[in-house]
């Protein structure tokens, strides 16, 4: 299986609309248009990754921040 991790195809949402992430598992970069990639990580729950992330206070810290990602069909 090949797995496409080019961030310009991946769904994308603003950090202050990470409530809205989907509760599956998947893959996903925080960035801006600065600098697309700043963070990568690997989740069983996109949306409860960023509800209690441990580096929440970092990312509210970068202009414009985006979180981009590709939920899994399976389960992790």
Do not use: D, W
């Amino acid at each position: 299986m090949q797995l496409n991790l080019n961030y310009n195809e991946m769904s994308v949402l603003s950090y202050n609309q990470r409530k809205e992430l989907p509760p599956k598992s998947g893959i996903y970069y925080v960035g801006n248009s600065v600098c697309p990639v700043m963070y990568v990580g690997l989740t069983r729950s996109l949306r409860n990754r960023y509800i209690n992330h441990h580096r929440q206070v970092q990312f509210e810290g970068i202009e414009s921040a985006v979180i981009r990602y590709r939920s899994s069909r399976k389960k992790c």
